[in-house]
């Protein structure tokens, strides 16, 4: 015991002080009191830093820190977001055979007549504005929100544990298939820890329960089934990414050239006419399986709630946004008022051509390649979107351990600077805290984007000569 203390005392002071903040972040934080939030997070970046550079290939010792850190939140009701009582309203009301797109939980409130348990305190958790939507989460998600159902369909805290238990299992998932991953790509399997210990991971997605760490569980895995050649299982994976939350839709362009112009031994093939059906099997398949879930909740009256709430998020929601926030200024300069009616339109126009731009102008035959363009492709349709709530990032953040990019994880330090919005009552966001926020961001971005650049280019020169 002597012997393990002298050689490792600071790392196991790092983790014992780190213990501690997380236990004070879960049990003793209030959103309000920014000033504490962000020693906190600071200190938890710092020490999970030193933590990761004191034991870059113990993985054993770095694979049980993250799994006791998430632990800590077991018994914790989420401080940050309050989406988890939609959750918890969604998985009952689907075990009591209702479908939870059909219905509002304010008209469950006004009628009186509630058929599932705590029904007013999930309604008064979730907030109006929650309460007055259809829910937006699909299938896959809602599963898991039953099975929280199942086991706790009248305790609020049981329910939290039931979903930060199966959170908890999708980040062990990652961890696994994303240690996989890496060693296929020849690259160090440490990588993973900028991930699985990142602290806005664990507060975000296990904290807070956002469900981003099962999709983000599936897509790891399908990345891994492509690289080995596993391309219709790859398919079936990613749909039910999909199926969790819907923006790995955005990276369906983007396999283009992985299938068409890949002559890796993993596809078998150099047949064009070959590799471009199974382009179309993998597009197919995906499509297919997740209709497929969807479809125990298709109807007229599902595609038309569920359209028009996703269409809330571009054309009415408006937080951390970061070049919508620039054009919303000079509307008001030029028109006189808030012109995001127009812009929530026009701007995912612009996402599209920038991944049509990706998926036939930029090199993508490779794995890696393609996991470096997811990550140009889901942060350009983040720096456009007008809503960019801080568990978003942690897709950009898992991407980059595959890439030479690291300003996902700048970001997720900075995005801290978003809930100063909570300081205020009334939620009143900080705009000098984001213009700061997407400063450092930005300027990581572009000084990343072109030294990747040249590095490609350099080596193709080298290749050719």
Known sequence: MLTVWKHNRFSILCIVFTIFFYWNFAYCLGRIDFIKMAALWSALFFFSYKIIRLNPDNIKLLGITALVFRVIFLLAIPNLSQDFYRFIWD????????????????????????????????????GQLNGSHYTNYPPVSQFCYLIAGIFASKSIVGSVIVLRILIILAD????????????????PENRIFWYILNPFIIIELTGNLHFEAVMVFFLVWSLYLLQKGYWYWAAIVFALSVSVKLIPLLFLPLFFQKFILNHNKQFKTHNLIHRFLRLIGFYALAITTTIILFLPFLSSSFIDNFTKTIS?????????????????????????????????????????????????FRKNKSTLQLISLMVIGISSYYFLSTTVHPWYISVPLVLCVFTNYKFPIWWSFFIILSYTAYIHPDFKENLWSVALEYTVVFGIFIFEVIKNTKKVSLKSIYIEN
């Not at 994303?178 to 690259?187: M, N």
């Open 172 to 187: 062990a998932g990652t961890f696994f298939l994303g240690r996989k991953l890496l060693k296929t790509l020849k690259l």
């Open 91 to 126: 998985g009952r009301m689907l075990l009591e055979g209702i479908n939870p797109y059909l219905t509002l939980p304010e008209d469950w409130v006004q009628k009186e007549n509630i058929p599932i348990a705590q029904a007013q305190l999930l309604y008064e958790g979730m």
């Open 312 to 360: 809330l998020w571009f054309q009415n929601f408006e937080f951390n946004a970061s070049i919508y926030y620039i054009i919303r200024w000079i509307g008001y300069q030029t028109i006189g008022w808030n012109i995001i009616g127009t812009v929530g339109k026009i701007l995912p126009l612009i996402v599209i051509g920038i991944l049509t731009i990706l998926t036939f």
